[in-house]
């Protein structure tokens, strides 16, 4: 599936509509002809720098991964508590959605309640007591 990905992008920047801007193959340096160097390539350089999430879909079908309380169905005693089950990326870096995230899955496997809202922590977000932000 990779190397027919890498052709097929191959294909798509191939096209006349790139002609004005392409000025060579730079990665990899020249275009690989054999599925062995596209694989050779893949493998050299592939990585998961990337800010992964959603491959844990909560919910109750049958597609899902964990439940509202990211204990893994069909299992005992395992939870997902990490970017996994986020639906998409975050906007800003997901370190902070990650820790929210642990620290909630703590509370849920030490069976705490959540914390109140009060007029401290509304104040904070600029909304009255009891208020409910809209877009």
Same mark, same amino acid.
């Given at each position: 599936m990779a190397i027919a990905g890498v052709r097929?992008?191959?294909d798509i920047m191939k096209a006349c509509?790139?002609?004005a801007v392409r000025a060579g193959a730079?990665?990899?340096?020249?275009?690989p002809d054999s599925d =062995?160097?596209? %694989? *050779?390539?893949?493998?050299?350089?592939?990585?998961?720098?990337?800010h992964?999430?959603?491959?844990?879909?909560?919910?109750?079908?049958?597609? =899902?991964?964990? %439940? *509202?309380?990211?204990r893994v169905h069909g299992l005992t005693g395992l939870r997902v508590a990490d970017a996994s089950v986020m639906p998409q990326v975050v906007s800003g870096n997901t370190n902070a959605a990650v820790i929210r995230i642990a620290e909630k899955a703590?509370?849920?496997?030490?069976r705490r309640p959540p914390l109140p809202t009060d007029a401290c922590c509304a104040s904070?977000?600029?909304l009255p007591q009891g208020a409910v932000p809209t877009r």
């Open positions: 097929w992008n191959q509509a790139f002609d730079t990665v990899p340096p020249a275009l =062995a160097e596209i %694989d *050779a390539h893949i493998r050299a350089t592939a990585s998961t720098i990337w992964v999430c959603g491959t844990c879909k909560m919910g109750r079908d049958s597609m =899902a991964v964990v %439940d *509202a309380e990211l703590s509370d849920m496997i030490r904070l977000i600029s």
